[in-house]
């Protein structure tokens, strides 16, 4: 289990190290370009099963952090569903890996 550390507030998230190379790419993508956006995902259900929302700016750290040592492969598919997602006025909302063939993961 990977982590996202966000701000100077200690806050860590953990993600699958799969989702998490998934996110870095999305969000990169954004704060490169200068775009702030809300991130949103459904929460563990260790830690209270509801959503969680955070405000991504490229005036605030970030620290993506692997459990892994190598870098998942990539699914473009998953990540243009992501990047449609964080252009939207809800920002970007967190979904399940969608597979080639339409296939969501874990289905």
Known sequence: MGKLLYGMSGVE??????VLAHLQ???GAKLRRGESFYFSWR???NVG??????WLSDS???YFKYSGGK??????EWVETLVASSNSGQGLQLSSEIRPGGEVAGS
């Not at 099963?49 to 955070?54: E, F, L, V």
Request: avoid cysteine; charge should be negative.
């Open 71 to 76: 870098m998942p492969a990539l699914n473009r």
């Open 43 to 45: 929460d563990d259900p």
């Open 25 to 27: 790419v999305v969000i």
């Open 13 to 18: 998230i953990g993600f699958d190290d799969r």
């Open 49 to 54: 099963d509801g959503r969680s929302t955070i």
């Open 60 to 62: 605030i750290p970030l």
